[in-house]
């Protein structure tokens, strides 16, 4: 019988598994492709016993291009949650310095305008509401007003620099919500979807293998320990140790 996933690639065997399968990783992606790297390493010491117990030659060596696949996958994410969380922090920045800008042009804008009440209802419509969809507008109205207005204005010497960076923040915020709000969807992002699906793919070879190790050597304390996680098996030997401190 002809074995039809061996003419695929990674990428269409990644894809083609079931979404109720996919799990998300439970160890850091580097970490996991470290552990690995070292049951590779284990498994070819250990492949004359591993192979008389039924374990194929050919899942030991699929081991490394699929540890090969979740790196890569896991550097394209990273790169893409990296920006965005530039870009996060970038929003930070510009929507702190909108909301220091809002308050100093009320407080300008309130003095110019105060020996024109029926301006200052008007201007009321600007000074209303709260949120940062509001604050974006703000920055956008404010200069509109400003033209529409220009006399009382300059009558206190009002800094025009204000209105002309209060609309530069404006497109600049605009621009940013789209981005931000890809960090918060970040779950949907293919980058991510395709680094859980590597990280599935690679476990699962790595708990097969783990599976035939543990069969293979249960009578062996030493070599036991080859076919677990190191990681895991630290991080639980850690919360048994807190976990009786604190008792």
Known sequence: MTNITATKTIDELVLEIPEDKIVLPTIPAAICIGEAGKLHQ????????????????????????????????????????????????????????????????????????????????????????????????????????AKQYPDPLKAINFNTAKIDRASQLSQELLDLLNKVDGVKNSKNRPEKQLRDRAYTYLKQLVDEIRTYGKYTYWNNEEKLKRYSSEYQRKFYEKYAQEKATKK
């Open 42 to 145: 284990y498994a070819m010491e250990d492949k004359e016993e591993l192979l008389a117990k039924g374990l194929s030659e050919d899942l030991i060596n699929d081991l490394t291009p699929r540890a090969k696949f979740l790196q890569d996958k896991q550097s394209e994410w990273t790169a893409v949650y990296q920006k965005a969380l530039t870009n996060t922090k970038e929003w930070s920045v510009k929507i702190n310095e909108a909301s220091q800008l809002q308050r100093e042009l009320k407080h300008d804008f309130q003095f110019a305008f105060r020996n024109h009440p029926e301006i200052l209802k008007t201007l009321k419509n600007i000074l209303g509401g709260n949120g940062n969809m509001d604050l974006i507008q703000d920055m956008s109205d404010y200069p509109a007003f």
